[in-house]
């Protein structure tokens, strides 16, 4: 990864207090040649990397930390920064919230309203209306219903209708007969960015006044995707971003760079094609991907009290090598289990993090977790492949859990395995930075 790299850098550095004048250039180059493989713009790049040398310069090499980690941290700082810091989130105040969704064909659009009015009603108590305003393809008005049966969503349609701007308007009066509060139109794209289409949008704009414009774009695309988002914040001076297809081979540089050029906050972060994988952006973690790690840095400090530095890369190692098993599992939750928010600790480590997000780690499903990892054989736990139909039955007897609970169990391990596997197979040396994960 970026991060290795960096400490790499630094190895010379070792027993001196400060970084200093050389030993930061040859740094500065090679973080700028990363982000540029990341899809990082060379200008952004460069800019980025003058802030980062004037702050490592005359920074305090402490003890505890490596000055190569202390780069990580300061290089990961500067792009939390330079993404905004925070996640802004859609103002929804208004009754009904009108939000209008904007982007090339293909983008994930479709895909994408349907996962934001799951999102509204799940975990906003939001009543949402879909509107389908995308009348060039018939089978789009198809594919929106699929998505809103799916997710119990109303979708408003008029497949006779051509004219994108009365079908929005008059979503906006059904909508407001049902007491729907949220209103999400989806909109037809074209392969490039193209004059009636922006007509179009332009034209829905102006008719029904949306509070939010999100601009739906293809991480995949990177450098243009940066020059769609400006074509388009050009002429719809939209309210924030949607990064699509964050699942996969992407390291999210363009999110830095739409960012930087437009200006305008990305707002939500897709990651597939169900519907429940949709996420508000947070600066943090896309830093944390562009790097290509979990925070390793604030995990080391936060556990150097508890545990050496030693283990900590002996676990990383064994996650880069796809050898992540029970009995590392168990230890880990024994030590973080000692530090504090289990929860917290457990999203620093790399490639755990996301896997986690959905599993319940209160202290008494931790108690249940670990009977499962104790009833396992010693040959189980380190090969969690072994445990089959009837070696899960003993180990639910064994640990007074049900069945259920050990499937489970099982499933959330083999995602946070793929999980980490995901993050070793980004490919190697050739394509630079995307190669370093
Ligand atoms: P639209 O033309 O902008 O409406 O794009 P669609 O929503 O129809 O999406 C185009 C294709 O991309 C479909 O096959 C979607 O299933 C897929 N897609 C959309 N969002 C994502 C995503 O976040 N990840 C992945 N892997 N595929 C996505
Ligand atoms: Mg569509």
Redesign the pocket.
Known sequence: SLSERLEGAFKQLKGEGRISDINVASTVKEIRRALVDADVNYKIAKEFTDRVKDKALGEKVITAISPGQLMVKIVKDELVSLMGNTEVEVDLKPNPTIILIA?L????????SGKLANFLKTKKAKKPLLVAGDIYRPAAID?LQVLGSQIGVEVYSEPENKNAVEIAQNAIKQAKANGNNVIIIDTA?RLAVDEVMMTEVANIKAAVNPQEILF?VDSMTGQDAVNTAKAFNDRLDFSGVVL?????DTRGGAALTIKYTVNKPIKFV????KLDTLDVFYPERMAQRILGMGDITTLVERAQAQFDEEQAKKLEKKIRQNQFDFDDFKEQLQQIKKMGSLKDLLGMIPGIGKAVKDIDISDDAFKGIEAMINSMTPEERGNPDLINGSRRQRIAKGSGKNITDVNQFMKQFDQMRQMMKSMNKIPGGARGFKGLG
Do not use: H
């Open positions: 982007g064909q293909g983008s994930g659009k479709t895909t994408f594919q794209g739906v699509t297809k964050l699942d996969g897709s990651m597939g094609e």
